[in-house]
């Protein structure tokens, strides 16, 4: 157990639908981060997050959105949904977010099918 | 930009050794190397930050060539535990701190 935790595990939903993926990361960690993995490939990195402000962002699409609240979990919204948003969405927490990212711990993950 | 990884796809035989490349067209500020088994989450393996460093982990070892902006990892003896997917990730200096995996390298050891 990484101790980083995401919901829904598993979402099924149609295209053009909205839904939010919940991360709440390890107790102690500022930093939250989102990757999609589509079936059988890399981990695309989508957005991170520090202490409830955006740091680094990926190829995130538009219809894609995030955001850390004070609390510090995060939620990765999705809109407009289409059939190649299908895919296993993980939200990792590390501690540092310095010049180097230090050790990344993953949830395990959201898969969202689109139908 | 992200990491491009070699081979992407490798069968072995309990016991053997086995190389992973992982390379940048970017100057690197660190690697990170991690494990995902099939149906669960990456799992960190380590971090290298120093060019010339290596780590270990278990019988896995990793090196890192800053000036070729290059790392190596290092599978020796290996046991069936190590059959999963491997992913550098990379972090450069014109990025910041955006971690970036490659596409990732099958591992399958065979007994």
């Known amino acids: 157990d990484s101790g980083v935790t995401q919901t829904p595990k598993h979402l099924i939903t149609a295209t053009g639908q909205r839904v939010t993926l919940r991360c709440s990361p390890r107790s102690g960690d500022l930093s939250v981060y989102w990757y999609q993995q589509s079936l059988d490939q890399g981990l695309q990195f989508l957005i991170q997050y520090y202490n409830g402000e955006e740091r680094a962002k990926g190829n995130i699409l538009e219809r894609f959105s995030a955001q850390q609240f004070p609390d510090l979990h995060s939620e990765l919204n999705l809109s407009s949904l289409e059939l190649g948003d299908s895919a296993l969405y993980f939200c990792?927490?590390?501690?540092?977010?310095?010049?180097?990212?230090?050790?990344?711990?993953f949830g395990e993950g959201s898969r969202l099918t689109v139908l | 930009q992200q990491p491009v990884q070699s081979p992407q796809a490798v069968i072995l035989r309990e016991g053997e050794d086995a190389v992973i490349n992982c390379s940048s067209s970017k100057a690197l500020y660190s690697v990170h190397w991690y494990r995902q088994k099939h149906g669960e989450a990456p799992v960190f393996l380590m971090i290298l930050l120093k060019g010339g460093e290596q780590k270990g982990h278990e019988k896995i070892s990793a090196s890192f060539n800053e000036k070729k902006q290059q790392s190596s990892l290092y599978l020796t003896a290996s046991q069936l535990s190590y059959s999963g997917t491997y992913f550098c990730?990379?972090?450069?200096?014109?990025?910041?701190?955006?971690?970036?995996f490659g596409g990732g390298t099958r591992v399958l050891v065979k007994p």
């Open positions: 990730g990379t972090e450069n200096k014109a990025a910041g701190n955006k971690l970036t």
């Open positions: 990792a927490s590390s501690v540092t977010s310095g010049v180097n990212t230090g050790e990344l711990f």
